[in-house]
């Protein structure tokens, strides 16, 4: 069984970025998020860094002069392996989007995309960073026959929308267990493709 556990939504929230007027807008759209809110708003990472203080999520602008966005990641990464950090460009470039993402990010997010998609990716964000948890607001995925409580996790976050990379960060395995576990699923299910398995997944209960 994996048990997921509703957390009194009170979020901590670091923006970097050296944009005055969009950070200014995004403190809006994120005080959306939940009743509680607390935003700390840094220009430069360095500041961040000096900080030191605990957060539920990075919102890192993945352009600041001077400033490398994958070093930051790295240097958030060497203090904190499972903080969410997302990142906001206005690149379209695949190639940054894939560094990004190599470098440890969690997801990454255009700029000109609409108000509630961010919202959407940050609370899907958010929401798996306090998976995992047991408590009595918890619930709990149904047993599916042929699969084991492992590819039960993976199958329900391959629901999620999530890649084989981020569920085994997630889940602290290897992405090649991950995929070896996805394959059995697939021959044993008949599934052709990872859109398949999402409809699977919905029809026993994980989507």
Same mark, same amino acid.
């Given at each position: 069984?994996?048990?997921?556990?509703?957390?009194?939504?009170?979020?901590?929230? %670091?923006?970097?970025?050296?944009?005055?007027?969009?950070? %200014?807008?995004?403190?809006?759209?994120? =005080?959306?998020?939940?009743?509680?809110? $607390?935003?700390?708003?840094?220009?430069?990472?360095?500041?961040?860094?000096?900080?030191?203080?605990?957060?539920? *999520?990075?919102?890192?602008?993945?352009?600041? &002069?001077?400033?490398?966005?994958?070093?930051?990641?790295?240097?958030?990464?060497?203090?904190?392996?499972? *903080?969410? #950090?997302? *990142?906001? !460009?206005?690149?379209?470039?695949? /190639?940054?989007?894939?560094? %990004?993402?190599?470098?440890?990010?969690?997801?990454?997010?255009?700029?000109?995309?609409?108000?509630?998609?961010?919202?959407?990716?940050?609370?899907? /964000?958010?929401?798996? !960073?306090?998976?995992?948890?047991? +408590?009595?607001?918890?619930?709990?995925? &149904?047993?599916?026959? @042929?699969?084991?409580?492992?590819? /039960?996790?993976?199958?329900?976050? /391959?629901?999620?929308?999530?890649? +084989?990379?981020? #569920?085994?960060?997630?889940?602290?395995?290897?992405?090649?267990?991950? =995929?070896?576990?996805? =394959?059995? $699923?697939?021959?044993?299910?008949?599934?052709? +493709?990872?859109?398949?398995?999402?409809?699977?997944?919905?029809? +026993? @209960?994980?989507?």
């Amino acid at each position: 069984m994996v048990r997921f556990r509703v957390q009194e939504a009170v979020y901590r929230i %670091a923006i970097i970025d050296d944009h005055r007027l969009f950070v %200014a807008g995004l403190e809006l759209i994120l =005080k959306r998020l939940a009743e509680t809110v $607390v935003l700390d708003c840094f220009v430069a990472p360095d500041d961040y860094l000096a900080a030191g203080h605990d957060y539920d *999520l990075i919102v890192l602008d993945f352009y600041i &002069p001077g400033h490398s966005a994958l070093d930051t990641i790295a240097a958030i990464r060497a203090r904190d392996e499972s *903080l969410p #950090i997302v *990142l906001l !460009s206005s690149s379209v470039s695949p /190639v940054d989007r894939s560094s %990004a993402l190599s470098a440890g990010a969690t997801d990454f997010v255009q700029k000109h995309a609409e108000p509630d998609q961010l919202l959407e990716t940050l609370r899907r /964000v958010l929401s798996r !960073s306090e998976a995992g948890t047991e +408590n009595d607001g918890g619930f709990e995925t &149904p047993e599916i026959p @042929g699969l084991t409580p492992r590819q /039960v996790e993976i199958m329900l976050l /391959v629901g999620k929308g999530y890649s +084989n990379k981020e #569920i085994a960060r997630f889940l602290s395995i290897s992405p090649e267990t991950v =995929k070896s576990h996805l =394959k059995e $699923v697939f021959l044993r299910f008949g599934l052709r +493709n990872r859109v398949e398995a999402i409809d699977f997944t919905r029809q +026993n @209960g994980l989507g």
